[in-house]
Nanobody, 111 residues
């Protein structure tokens, strides 16, 4: 069974950093395209980044330079490194593989 499980969210002050994890089971991340999305309260989901089977990645222009997709093939896990966080980054972050998504992890940026 294909499953994704996010972790690493929490409360962080503006300017802080967090690394979110997306653990995968039932498939191999190194052979797959995994995307991160986020959904802020009252808003539609927003694409954040994607990492491809060849290891390359793309990021939403508004987050370029602050957010980075990466993966650890040995752990079959994809990461989202977030730096210089802003209050508007507050959202539930989730990863997706095809039509499968995890339950999400909540990030709150507040002083």
């Amino acid at each position: 069974e294909v499953q994704l499980e996010e972790s690493g969210g929490g409360l962080v002050q503006p300017g802080g950093s967090l690394r979110l994890s997306c653990g995968a089971s039932g498939f191999t991340v190194s052979r797959s395209v995994i995307s991160w999305f986020r959904q802020a309260p009252g808003k539609e989901s927003e694409w954040v980044c994607a990492i491809y089977s060849d290891g390359s990645s793309n990021h939403a222009p508004s987050m370029e330079g602050r957010f980075t997709c990466s993966r650890d093939n040995a752990k079959n896990t994809v990461y989202l490194q977030m730096t210089n966080l802003k209050p508007e980054d507050t959202a539930v972050y989730y990863c997706m593989y095809g039509s499968v998504r995890g339950q999400g992890t909540e990030v709150t940026v507040s002083s």
